[in-house]
């Protein structure tokens, strides 16, 4: 029966799409350009949640059903795509990410899966014999929990830097902690800073040093300004022509890295409007790679008050430029104790952490939101940070109308009980990441003891079952952008090494899904165009290879994405590449 229900919708549609020219060729008119089929459809729209083939036309999909419904769609013209019972998913939406971020990462060195120092040592020598002379070597994403020892001679977990600086003597290195809160330096590089035993550290920061005073080469939250800033010194003498290829280049590899792993659209969670400048001249161009949903960030409140009603874009490019939301943070992360609690740290009973942006400026940034009719999506990690950010919404909301602004508390990590209800009540979006949960879980209980971690970390059921919009993400490139890593993460709520943490908390395989589809795209007010497999949406379907809906639980990691098509258009497929 709701088969039979979809199909009269679809020739309603069909027969209102194609003007009045009557009836019964209308209907022969309509074919598909591509069919999906001899699949399993899992829509996440609950008129029709399974259907086995799907068919499109243009950027658009015109029907979801049975084989025998598609296939009557089939034209000389149409290319069918055989499933051959594989899965079918809505395309994935990237929640909140760093887009440019993501394809620089492509162009530096990957130390996010290194276990040992010796191993990035080895990393930096082979780059040296590709480099040349007094050329940057630049790396992320490197943590010293994840190594299988602790390097001897080291200060602070993390060793001297005698070993880097004998492989890389003419090329100063830098090494981004995977936090981002630290950087770790050759001697070369400590010498272009102008970094030596008597340089004070740096207000925020500290240089870490060993028993005689000298720099080790890691550089604290503040400290690695003094190693980047040379970096963008001279990155800031490129011609303009040189700057433009590198942006472009980083829209190229974040594009094909989203697309390979199911990502059809992409929250980014900070760019300045020069940056969106050059986002809307790639589309412009047809260069956007995936659909991207931008806030804007790095700007003053004089300067956004002044240009938000011209950098409002819905839809843009065939919709591939949404900018109406602007980035605020309020707290640091949790990790390098800058989370703000509302009790001390259970690991630093001195602190209970800081506000980063001054909360009355994000009060101002949210005025001028609610003015120009931009929401305001603002990171906040730790329990404070979360009921202020919630305190200056509520402040700003029209009585009662919360809801219809579709504000955002991106991360919302750590909530105090009493406050979940309040997510609710004002209509905030969680926008949280599943997979924080299990690569965080370790901190946690260091930084907020268990009692605290049990009852405020990451409450996907608690705010779900409050009827909160609980949304999904990566915060790429801090992790790898795979939705399927974080779906998992929802699912079994694991830590790296397989411990449980709070499985109470965990969310059902469908509730992961609509997480990453349905939800994000209303937290981007795109429920009407993405976020389901729905007749009249755009054509975002992602192809996994195995049924991640029925599959035992530690297969779906296992997960592998064989397609991804955007706007009816193929623009990932495995093995392919
Ligand atoms: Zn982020």
């Known amino acids: 029966m709701p088969r039979f229900i979809n199909m009269f919708l679809v020739m309603m549609l069909v027969v209102a799409s194609t003007s009045f020219l009557g009836c019964a060729t209308d209907e022969v008119q309509e074919l598909a350009d591509v069919v999906l089929t001899n699949g399993k459809v899992v829509t996440v729209d609950d008129a029709l949640p399974e259907a086995q083939a799907i068919a499109i036309r243009g950027d658009r999909i015109i029907a979801v059903g049975t084989n025998e419904e598609i296939t009557a ?51 930096v020598a082979d780059a040296v014999q590709s480099a040349f002379p007094d050329q940057w070597i630049e790396g992320r994403g490197w943590h010293q929990e994840k190594w299988n020892e602790v390097p001897p001679g080291s200060v602070e977990g993390v060793p001297t830097h005698t070993t880097l600086s004998a492989v890389s003597n003419n090329n100063p290195v830098v090494l981004g902690h995977a936090s981002g809160h630290a950087a770790f330096v050759n001697a070369y590089a ?68 989203a697309l390979s792993k199911g990502v059809t ?50 839809g843009y490019g065939g919709n591939h430029l949404t900018v109406r939301s602007i980035k605020r943070q309020i707290d640091g992360a949790l990790g ?81 009980p009493d406050d979940v209800r309040r997510f609710a009540d004002l209509g905030v979006i969680a926008s949280m990441q599943g997979v924080h949960a299990t690569s965080d879980a370790p901190w946690v209980y260091a930084r907020l003891g268990v009692k605290r971690a049990e009852s405020g970390a990451y409450l996907w059921r608690s705010l779900i079952e409050a009827g909160v919009m609980v949304t999904n993400g990566t915060d790429t490139p801090v992790e790898d952008v795979s939705p399927i890593s974080s779906l998992y993460s929802s699912v079994v709520r694991q830590d790296r090494d ?62 592998q994405v064989d397609m991804t098509i955007v706007g009816g258009e193929i623009r990932f497929e495995r093995g392919s590449r």
């Open 336 to 416: 390098s104790h800058g989370a703000w609690l509302l009790e001390p740290y259970e690991d630093m009973p001195s602190s209970t952490g800081l506000w980063v942006e001054e909360p009355d400026d994000i009060e101002t940034t949210a005025q001028l939101a609610a003015k120009h009719g931009f929401q305001l999506n603002t990171h906040a990690i730790g329990d404070r940070a979360n009921r202020e950010v919630l305190d200056i919404y509520e402040r700003t909301f029209p009585e009662g109308a919360g809801g219809q602004m579709r504000w955002r508390i991106e991360h919302a990590q750590h909530v105090h």
């Open 73 to 123: 769609l089939v034209g000389e013209l149409t290319s069918t795509i055989d499933l051959a019972g594989r899965l079918a998913l809505p395309g994935f939406i990237e929640g909140h990410g760093h887009y440019t971020s993501l394809g620089r990462s492509k162009t530096i060195l990957d130390l996010t899966q290194v276990e040992s120092w010796d191993e990035i040592v080895v990393m």
């Open 265 to 314: 659209t992409f929250h980014d969670a900070g760019a300045s409007f020069a940056t969106i400048d050059g986002f809307k001249q790639l589309a412009d161009e047809g260069r956007l790679p995936v659909r991207l949903y931008v806030m804007v960030r790095s700007e003053s409140n004089v300067s956004m008050d002044d240009a938000l009603p011209s950098y409002r874009m819905i």
């Open 498 to 559: 397989g411990n449980e943490f709070f499985p109470g908390q965990r969310m059902t395989r469908l509730e992961a899904l609509q997480s990453y589809t349905i939800n994000n795209a209303y937290a981007a007010f795109e429920e009407d165009i993405k976020g389901s497999i729905t007749v009249g949406k755009l054509a975002d379907i992602t192809v996994l290879d195995r049924d991640i809906m029925t599959v035992p639980e530690a297969e779906i990691a296992r997960a």
């Open 190 to 257: 400590l010498e272009l800073a102008g970094i030596n035993n008597q340089t004070p550290d740096p207000p925020g920061g500290t240089i870490v040093r060993d028993a005689d005073g000298s720099a080790t080469g890691l550089l604290r939250e503040n400290a690695d300004g003094l190693v980047y800033r040379v970096v963008e010194k001279e990155k800031a003498q490129l011609s303009e022509a040189e700057k433009w290829n590198e942006f472009s280049h980083q829209v190229e590899l974040a594009g094909e890295e």
